[in-house]
């Protein structure tokens, strides 16, 4: 059981990293939440902790990684209601909020997490999240979006755009592509999508709500019709084999080399 310790040990710190990597500097006006990441029962400090920070809408606003001393700070670019998703190794995924921030507003939390199962003598005890836990965690939608690889629509984006359709939310992403149909039944239905990901544009591999679309569907169907933009709720989209998460797979789609296309993930409005 050791080395299945230290492989999850492994992928977690990999995880920590990639977040650490991609930390942007704060803005000159932002409001920001401090604390220290402790455990449950005796109080100690947590270290190479996540703390993600989110809208209460569920959009992925920015993260954190807690030090030595188990201190970590969050910045939101504009003031809000806040809530704070933290996780670490051996420890439970845990919510707390809602935090409200006014304009430069800080704050100062003790969030304390409790320590999780782990496996002893081969046997795996599953461990129960939170059961109010926002889709876009449970999913894993937050979780890819802290690797930093691939490109991201999230609620809040969504909210704000002035798209009128699925088609307009789409369009101007570099490396995505909108193609309408010559004639047919679709053809005044609305563009479909392909991605730039082989040199060409092609037809990427589409999942709906984590169902694979077959490869059929996704080059005749306009994304309007597969997802109308009422419905959608966030976007994943990976153009490059090397930036798809392994749940998605090295999925084959319709490009004319045969080679992988990418993928896009759509996530519609199911609570």
Known sequence: MKYGRDRAFGAWWFAVAMVMFVTMAAP?????????????ETGQPIS??????????????????????????????ESGSFVLVASAFGFKETAAGVFELGPE?????????????????????SLQRPALEHQLVKNGFVRR???GLGRFITPVMIEES??????????????VGLVYPQGGINSFQGATVRLFGTGQ?????????????????????????????ATIDAVEIYRRPAEIPVEYGMTQSGSSQGGN???????????
């Open 105 to 125: 507003g800080q704050m100062d939390v003790e969030f304390r997490i409790a320590a999780a199962p782990m496996p002893i003598d081969g046997i795996l005890v």
């Open 201 to 229: 544009y092609c037809t990427p591999t589409i999942y709906l709500d984590g169902t694979r679309l077959s490869v059929e569907m996704t080059a005749s169907l306009p994304i309007e019709v597969i997802a109308p933009l």
């Open 145 to 147: 979006v802290t690797r």
């Open 162 to 175: 002035p798209a009128l359709s699925a088609e307009e939310l789409f369009r101007g992403i570099p490396g």
């Open 261 to 271: 296309c990418g993928v896009i993930v759509v996530w519609t409005k199911t609570r």
């Open 48 to 77: 190479l902790g996540l703390v993600i920070m989110m809208t209460e809408s569920g959009d992925s606003v920015t993260s954190g990684v807690s030090n030595g001393q188990g201190r970590f700070s969050v910045t939101a670019p």
């Open 28 to 40: 000159a006006y932002a409001q920001t939440i401090e604390g220290t990441l402790m455990e449950v």
